[in-house]
């Protein structure tokens, strides 16, 4: 017999409430964890989640952690509202990335306005052919979509390993496994004088709107949640499947690979083997804590940079292993998901057997 | 232990005592009270009817007696002891059986099989497919206990429900609409067993919103409206008529068929359609032809599972094959898929509403969406106007009546009858050429399927041809002007409704259907 029995109909409100009480459950098991390591939570807390937005440098590293997984979490989102899981926007990242540096580390030496501009492109192509590829072995082959763009991912991580310890490798670098410093014409400019913060997070800036009415108004969104709802109602209507399949993972994989080029591009300015910290994966949670709603996911997505920043400065200041942010990331994600059950579905008591006898 | 053995024998009932007595039964669900203050009584060997349409609260009540759902408060008297039911299994033991409308048969099992599954895990299947036998054998359900579910007729699998809880000895079965997917002789023959039950002193619920049947064969009958009980009465000494307006509460209208005047041209022309099937449980359609043309209804009778689903597939574009396999106005769509058939003027009301003809979560205004996008205004440059899309949906929802909490409210919250009247009226909307209908007043009350009936037969005589794909017989030939017959993937000619009548159509239903079930 079934324990949790679907509600016929689930609440608006604790849909939305649902991520607020997610991150209450998280904090919650994060006092009772850093009473276990010692660590007074009081502070841990300032430290995570106050002190980094007490500098003007705190606000623009930010924004710069924040752009790469708002930009992620919202192509993501509009193949997880058509139920493909593209769960390898890491690799497409790194595709970008990859794309980018080759036209860096080729126009190394000249000068013109439009490297930057075609890094970006090389990026989103290189990120796109990523999320091309299940999307075909899916459409073709019917290979199950989570598997391949994880496997990819791998694929796209030795890719980035070969290039940087091999043909691509900084020949003044001393041997580390990093390109060269790309030169001005292929980096974007910082905004502020002094701080990390760049042009790069203009692309997420123009994004958002654009997805945001993309989402509410494209006829083409509304054939992607269409058929992630209901796939009969979207045959019916004579809405392709196919299309939404390559849809739903070759815009995602722009998005994965314009991030990456924006990396590349921005606050790392060279190729090199730690240039993402695990943004593709932690963009999921990004897109799920804000509902896989355009507007919620710019939320979603500040919070989760503050984790990063906050889990940074924890590790320098309170000596806190730098698995703690990785911790948070994964209980918000589970605390979500567990809240999420029971928005949908609720606990059912088996009621016991009775014969009752009326009194003779 | 082999089968369970005659639970509880009834006490011996003083004389004029009830088998099951229910005193003032409600419950309440969010925003709807189901059953208001109901009390009946059926009495040992009486065939008791429960009158009403869908949502008088008919299926609340019997979950109640089958311990299904729990009532809020009333009384509930078993041979003259007060119970309470937890649960069907309780019910069981008490001698209460139930066969649902929708039957719960695994069809990779055999016949014996899957009647254990409902008796104890150490039942000897041997002993047991011998009951069977012996059991279908003295009630007139012939049943071979060998049998894979899957190769019987749907009435066929019907009697393995009945047998199933026959040889749970029960002394009251509640049949759920057991009609609605019967051929008129089957149904014949589904009567006289239930007599023969009855004359044993067995009680019987009948539940049903068919008023001839229930004047053939019950004694009594209780009508319900709107969650309270409005009537009892002798079936046999009150008119239809008079049992319809105890039903609904007024008479019940009639449609009638205006002679069209228009240009007779085919609007929808099936050249020949043969496709195997493409999983193990479906139907392959056989050499189907059938011409229909402007300003006529159409109907294809048959019980659901003889290729009605690959056949409406093939009609929308779900599913697609040679160019001139279908036609629209002359135009060859067999290869289109179903948006670009309905771009050339096709319509199509499927069978299932939730999930296929509408996006459950989504709202009408959204729904709308579906299939209107191609209407002007609603969408421009690849982006949609919801605002133009919201107007659709009031239009549809004021024109055809539709009870909603308005454009915004979600498909899932409508009742299916309330659903289905929004997509016809969606679909008509577009102004189509061809209208194809599954199942039109599934699930629809009585007063708004004649509503529905009446805007076929009118839309038709617009001149579109309309085609209409029903198990109900009598629905086909209150509107239909010719009616074919689909069974065992095969389809009959198709005969005007003046030359046939329901005898020759349920013998082609049956007949057709046997021979290809072998």
Known sequence: ?360 | MLIPPPPNHPRPLPAGEPRLQLLNISKRYPGVLANDQVSLNVMPGEIHAVLGENGAGKSTLMKIIYGAVQADSGQIQWNGREVSIANPAVARELGIGMVFQHFQLFETLNVTENIALALPPDTDLKTLAVRVREVSEKYGLPLDPERLVHALSVGERQRVEIVRCLLQNPQLLILDEPTSVLTPQAVRKLFETLRKLASEGVSILYISHKLHEIQALCDRATVMRGGCVTGGANPRQESTASLARMMIGRDLPVCHAPVYAGEVKAALEIDSISRPKDDPFGVTLEDISLTVNSGEVVGIAGISGNGQAELLAALSGESTGRSDSVRIAGLPVGHLHAGQRRDRGLSFVPEERLGRGAVPSMSLTQNAMLTAHRQPGLSRFGLLDFKAARDFALRCIERFDVRCNGPQAAARSLSGGNLQKFIVGREIMQAPKVMIVAQPTWGVDVGAAATLRQTLLDLSREGVGVLVVSEELEELFEICDRIAVLAGGRLSAAMPRNETNAEQIGLLMAGQAAAASV
């Open chain 1, 1 to 360: 017999m079934s324990l949790l029995t679907p509600r016929t109909n689930p609440s608006k409100l604790m849909q939305w409430a649902a991520p607020p009480l997610a991150i209450l459950a998280t904090l919650l098991t994060a006092t009772v964890l850093f009473y276990a390591l010692n660590k007074p939570p009081l502070q841990a807390f300032y430290v995570f989640f106050i002190e980094p937005l007490e500098t003007e440098n705190g606000w623009s590293e930010l924004a710069l952690k924040a752009s790469p997984l708002i930009l992620i979490a919202q192509g993501l989102a509009l193949g997880f509202r058509a139920r493909i899981y593209n769960i390898g926007a890491e690799g497409q990242l790194l595709m970008g990335a990859i794309c980018a540096s080759g036209v860096a580390i080729y126009t190394d030496g000249m000068d013109g306005d439009w490297i930057l501009p075609l890094m970006v492109l090389a990026g989103a192509i290189g990120g796109g052919l990523w999320g091309a590829l299940p999307a075909w072995l899916k459409t073709r082959f019917n290979a199950e979509e989570t598997l391949t763009t994880l496997m990819l991912t791998y694929v796209a991580v030795q890719l980035l390993a070969w290039l940087v310890s091999g043909p691509w490798r900084d020949p003044g670098g001393s041997n580390f496994p990093q390109s060269i410093m790309f030169s001005e014409p292929a980096l974007f400019n910082a905004l502020f004088e002094g701080l990390r913060i760049n042009s790069s997070v203009i692309i997420t800036l123009l994004a958002v709107p654009l997805l945001w009415l993309f989402v509410k108004r494209s006829f083409l969104a509304y054939q992607l949640a269409v058929g992630g709802q209901a796939p009969s109602a979207a045959r019916y209507a004579g809405f392709s499947a196919q299309r939404t399949v390559w849809i739903s993972l070759v815009v995602s994989g722009v998005t994965a690979g314009i991030a990456g080029a924006a990396e590349a591009a921005g606050p790392v300015g060279q190729l090199t083997l730690s240039l993402s910290p695990g943004y593709g994966f932690a963009a999921i949670i990004v897109a799920w804590v804000g509902r896989l709603h355009p507007i919620g996911i710019v939320f979603s997505g500040l919070l989760m940079a503050l984790i990063y920043i906050g889990g940074e400065a924890a590790q320098v200041s309170m000596q806190l292993p730098s698995a703690v942010s990785w911790l948070f990331q994964g209980m918000l994600l589970f605390f979500l998901l567990g809240a999420d059950a029971f928005v949908d579905y609720r606990l059912k008591r088996r009621k016991p057997f009775v014969i009752k006898e009326a009194q003779a």
